[in-house]
C-alpha cells in the first residue's frame, strides 16, 4: 500500500477540532505523513464549518486558496470533510469542482480509504449516519501539549430554532464514562495542564445514555487526574442544577468561567427561539451562581435581529447587559439559515437594522469588559504562560477568566525563562486594548528559571 503526505487544515470549533485530530491519527497509523502546511502534499484535508455565513464563507475561501496551490502543483488532491460537507454535498460538486473528494460528519473514520480513493482518481463520497458516528478514537493532539479539548457528547437534540447543528451533527449522543475517563487519564499522563470539557451542550451530559445527568460524577472523576485547570463549554441554564453548581463551587481544579449561552432575555424571543426558560428565571440563576460562586466569569452568545425583535425588545437586551455585566459575550447578528425554524417566521428584521443593532451590543460589550479589566488592576492572579510575545517584547498568558483563541490574554513582563504551560503569579498594572498588562510576582512551576 502507498503512502502520502497528507495536510489537514480544520475550521470552525473545537468540537470539529478534534474530529480533526481523529482523522489526523487514522492518517498516521495508516502509515502516512502529516504535514503542517498544504504545500507540498499529496493530499490537503479541509474540515469544514457550514453554521452561519460567515463560517460558509471561510470555508469557501480556504477551498479556493488549497485550489490555487493544486493549479500550480502544490497540492495533488483535495478532500473536504465536515459540516460544510454534511450540509452542501451537492453544491460541492457542482459549485468546486477542484474538490475531489467529500466526507459528511458522519463519515470521519472513513479519512485513510478516501485518501486511497483520490490517489487512485476516483472521487469519493461518503455520507454515513450522522446519528451513529463514533465519537470515540485516539487523536493526535494540535493544540500546545499543555491544553487540550475533551468531547464528552456529539450532536444536540435542542433543536433551537435559529440554529441547524442537529441536521449536521445529529442528535444528542453522550459518550460512555469509561471511554472519557480512558482519553482523559492519558491526556493527564501526557502532561495536558488545562483540560476544556466540551459538548454542544455538556449539562445533558448522561440523559441519552444512563437516563439522568451525570457531569456532576463525570466531572468528580475528572479532578482526581493531574490536571491543575478544568475548563467547561457549554452549559445550558435550564440544566444547570444545585448539584452541578455545587461540584463547581466545589471542586479547586474546576474555574471559575462559565459559558452559559442565553441567546437573548426577553420572553417572547426566547420562545420564538425554542429556548427553555425566563429572563426571570435566568436571572434568578445569574443571582445564584453569583452566590455560591462569588469570583465567577460568565461568557455567553447574544443574537440580535431575530425575526420580529422589535425596538424595545432589543433595549430589553442591552439593559440585561449592563445590569448583569456578563464579562465575556459573543454577540451575533441573526442569519437565516436553511433547514431551520425561524427562518421560515414572519417580520424578517431587516439586515442593516440588525447589524446596526449588533455594533451597538459590540461596544456596549466592551464598555463592559473595560470596567471589568479596570476592576483588576492591582490583584496578583495565577496566569498560564504560553510563551514569548516578540512583539509585544514580553511573556503572554491566560487567566481562569480568559478561555483560549476567544478572550483576552495577559502581557506580563518576568526576568529568566517561562517555558509555555507554565503557572506563575502575575499583578495586572494596567490594560490595553482589551488585554491586560502585568509584571510577575511569584514563580510555582519548577522548570521557571530565573537570572537573578
Not at 485530530?21 to 502534499?41: D, F, I, K, N, R
Not at 454534511?86 to 478516501?114: C, F, M, N
Request: proline share 4%; hydrophobic share 35%; aromatic share 6%.
Amino acid at each position: 500500500m502507498k503512502h502520502y503526505k497528507v495536510a489537514f487544515l480544520s475550521l470552525g470549533c473545537d468540537k470539529n477540532r478534534i474530529n480533526c485530530e481523529q482523522m489526523m491519527y487514522l492518517t498516521q497509523a495508516a502509515g502516512h505523513q502529516l504535514l503542517m502546511e498544504p504545500e507540498g502534499a499529496d493530499v490537503c484535508v479541509i474540515n469544514t464549518c457550514g453554521f452561519i455565513d460567515a463560517a460558509k464563507e471561510e470555508a469557501i475561501a480556504t477551498i479556493l486558496r488549497v485550489a490555487a496551490l493544486k493549479e500550480t502543483g502544490q497540492v495533488r488532491k483535495i478532500l473536504v470533510s465536515g459540516c460544510l460537507a454534511q450540509r452542501y454535498q451537492s453544491d460541492i460538486k457542482d459549485s468546486l469542482p477542484e474538490v475531489d473528494g467529500i466526507l459528511g460528519t458522519g463519515s470521519y473514520t472513513d479519512i485513510v480509504s478516501a485518501i486511497h480513493d483520490v490517489m487512485g482518481d476516483r472521487t469519493p463520497d461518503y455520507q454515513g449516519d450522522i446519528n451513529q458516528a463514533d465519537d470515540d478514537g485516539q487523536r493526535v493532539l494540535s493544540t500546545p501539549d499543555y491544553v487540550a479539548y475533551l468531547k464528552i457528547a456529539e450532536g444536540c437534540s435542542n433543536c433551537c430554532a435559529f440554529c441547524v447543528i442537529p441536521k449536521l451533527r445529529g442528535r444528542y449522543r453522550s459518550r460512555t464514562m469509561e471511554s472519557i475517563l480512558l482519553e482523559a487519564k492519558a491526556l493527564s499522563e501526557n502532561g495536558v495542564q488545562e483540560l476544556i470539557v466540551i459538548a454542544q451542550d455538556i449539562t445533558r451530559y448522561g440523559t441519552d445514555l444512563y437516563g439522568q445527568r451525570r457531569l456532576p460524577e463525570l466531572l468528580r472523576q475528572l479532578c482526581r487526574l493531574d490536571f491543575h485547570w478544568i475548563r467547561l463549554h457549554y452549559l445550558y441554564p435550564d440544566d444547570l442544577t444545585d448539584e452541578l453548581i455545587d461540584v463547581i463551587a466545589s471542586e479547586p481544579k474546576i474555574l471559575h468561567y462559565l459559558d452559559i449561552p442565553l441567546q437573548h432575555c426577553n420572553d417572547r424571543i426566547l420562545q420564538a427561539m425554542c429556548r427553555r426558560g425566563t429572563k426571570a428565571e435566568i436571572s434568578t440563576l445569574l443571582d445564584k451562581l453569583r452566590t455560591k460562586i462569588p469570583d465567577v466569569v460568565f461568557r455567553t452568545a447574544l443574537i440580535t435581529g431575530l425575526p420580529g425583535e422589535t425596538d424595545a425588545e432589543f433595549e430589553e437586551l442591552c439593559a440585561f447587559l449592563r445590569q448583569q455585566k456578563l464579562v465575556r459575550a459573543g454577540v451575533f447578528q441573526y442569519s437565516p439559515e436553511e433547514g431551520t425554524a425561524a427562518a421560515g417566521l414572519p417580520d424578517q428584521v431587516d439586515p442593516e437594522l440588525a447589524a446596526h443593532r449588533l455594533d451597538l451590543l459590540v461596544d456596549l460589550q466592551s464598555d463592559v469588559m473595560d470596567e471589568y479589566n479596570e476592576s483588576r488592576l492591582g490583584e496578583t492572579v495565577e496566569v498560564l504562560c504560553e510563551g514569548f510575545d516578540a512583539e509585544m517584547g514580553c511573556f503572554v498568558g491566560r487567566t481562569y477568566a480568559d478561555s483560549p483563541d476567544i478572550d483576552g490574554h495577559i502581557y506580563f513582563t518576568a526576568a529568566g525563562t517561562l517555558p509555555p504551560g507554565t503557572f506563575v503569579n502575575v499583578r495586572l498594572t494596567d490594560t490595553v486594548d482589551g488585554d491586560m498588562m502585568g509584571e510577575i510576582d511569584t514563580v510555582e512551576d519548577e522548570q521557571c528559571e530565573y537570572r537573578q
